[in-house]
């Protein structure tokens, strides 16, 4: 059964909607903020799972829009870039910089190991390592092309887009478990009297940190917030994300085949913080409130249209050793976010709120992240630092970063 465009949009808007109820219905979703896309994405990709497997029906989507709606996100990334904020949080945008590349390297390093105790292909540990984890669908089909052109890997791109869709599940469902427990540990250690319960606690911390005299609201801080805006605010906002589109699309072909190379999201990103910034010292800064709205609006879209068009069977078709180095990497993603993100990031509530964007970019992709973020603070507060950090690292930093880890990797003689 195919759905078309239309039909795709009405689904995707229903998904939201869905996940909106689910975690108003089921208290353990909101004990482990899963994101609203994630919990109404998910049941539905399992229900078609199972009309496909019990009626032989297969329901196809038209995702015309995800990939306009994910480029658009990422547009509007860029439009919120304020390079002087950026400069304020240099030092630890830096230091999260360097927990990004060492978590790149940990995952293929994992990944290799484990090829060689079940006996395969050893580029396996790569494509089931960073390729396809913190690389996402994108970095995944494009190296797996390479591996089966070049190394002779067979089935590798197959493999490659059911890891990365297992990443972008686990991702987003990974996020709110380990805020919970950090959340705790937060609480524990700061406890004021004997009796108070942890996650209560936790929340008010949460609270008295976002008391603090603060800069208002970034723009993917409060998703469900009421923005004011005008007809010709949103045109103009819609006018320059559409200029990021088109410009950082004829980028990415400009720089396709060199050195430089580069997804179009990033290209898109680059141009958004450009035009942000260049307006700005033109004193007709963007208008925030219509980035926010924008920005928000084809975030969830993109979220429940990837999520509820996944080929859950997909994954069943993936062999038991490439399983164990999945399991095995969403373990070590969250041993990684609980004891060593959290810990070199602070240990307090931003480092909650960056551990768990951390778990959506490092299995899933950074919409994944924004989504993780936005539950942990939509339930106890604000984190300019996590939403100042993150969407950049995520969306532009770790993309070279990975491909720089990736090459390396290549250059072992064990590849050769």
């Known amino acids: 059964m195919n759905v078309g465009i239309y039909g795709t949009l009405v689904t995707a808007s229903l998904v939201l909607l869905l996940g909106n109820r689910l ?27 199972i009309l496909r497997t019990t009626s032989h ?28 904020s950026l400069k304020s949080g240099g ?14 390297v940990l995952q293929n390093a994992v990944g290799i190991a484990l090829t060689y105790l079940l006996g395969i292909d050893p580029l396996y540990g790569l494509l089931v390592g960073s390729i ?4 996402g669908h994108g970095t995944g089909a494009a190296w797996s092309k390479v591996f089966a052109e070049h190394h002779g890997l067979q089935s590798a791109t197959e493999a490659a887009i059911a890891c990365a869709t297992f990443g972008l599940v686990m991702g987003g469902i990974l996020g709110g478990p380990v805020a919970r427990l950090l959340m ?27 008391k603090s005299p603060a800069e208002p609201p970034l723009a993917f801080e409060e998703p469900k917030a009421e923005q004011a805006t005008t007809p010709a605010a949103f045109i103009e906002t819609l006018a320059l994300i559409a200029i990021s589109l088109a410009a950082g699309s004829a980028l990415s072909q400009l720089l396709a085949g060199t050195a430089i190379e580069l997804p179009t999201f ?69 041993l990684y976010a609980i004891f060593v993100t959290f810990r070199v990031m602070g240990r307090n509530y931003d480092a909650v709120v960056l551990a768990s964007g951390h778990c959506g970019f490092g299995l899933g992709a950074t919409p994944t992240a924004i989504a993780n973020m936005q539950a942990i603070t939509a339930r106890f507060g604000h984190s300019h630092l996590a939403f100042l950090v993150v969407p950049m690292v995520g969306a532009f930093f770790i993309d070279i970063a990975n491909a720089i880890v990736i090459k390396g990797y290549l250059a072992l003689p064990i590849f050769h």
């Open 23 to 49: 975690l108003g219905w089921i208290p353990l979703l909101r004990s482990y903020t899963i994101p609203e896309p994630v919990a109404g994405g998910l049941l539905v990709a399992i229900v078609l799972l």
């Open 91 to 104: 030092p630890l945008l830096l230091r999260f910089l360097g927990l990004v590349i060492g978590l790149l």
């Open 132 to 135: 396809t984890l913190s690389g």
């Open 184 to 210: 705790r540990q937060v609480a524990k250690k700061d406890v004021v009297r004997a009796g108070n319960r942890a996650e209560t606690h936790a929340e008010s911390l949460a609270e008295n940190h976002n």
């Open 266 to 334: 990033v290209c898109v990103l680059f141009v958004g913080v450009v035009l942000s910034n260049a307006l700005g010292l033109a004193g007709k800064p963007v208008l925030d409130h219509a980035v926010a709205l924008l920005g928000n609006v084809s975030l969830a879209l993109f979220l429940a249209m990837a999520l509820m068009t996944l080929k859950l069977w997909d994954l069943a078709s993936l062999a038991l050793p490439v399983v164990s180095i999945l399991v095995a990497q969403t373990v070590l993603m969250a």
């Open 57 to 84: 029906v297969e329901v196809r989507f038209d995702t015309a829009l995800q990939t306009p709606l994910m480029l658009a996100f990422f547009a509007t990334i860029g439009l919120n870039a304020n390079l002087a």
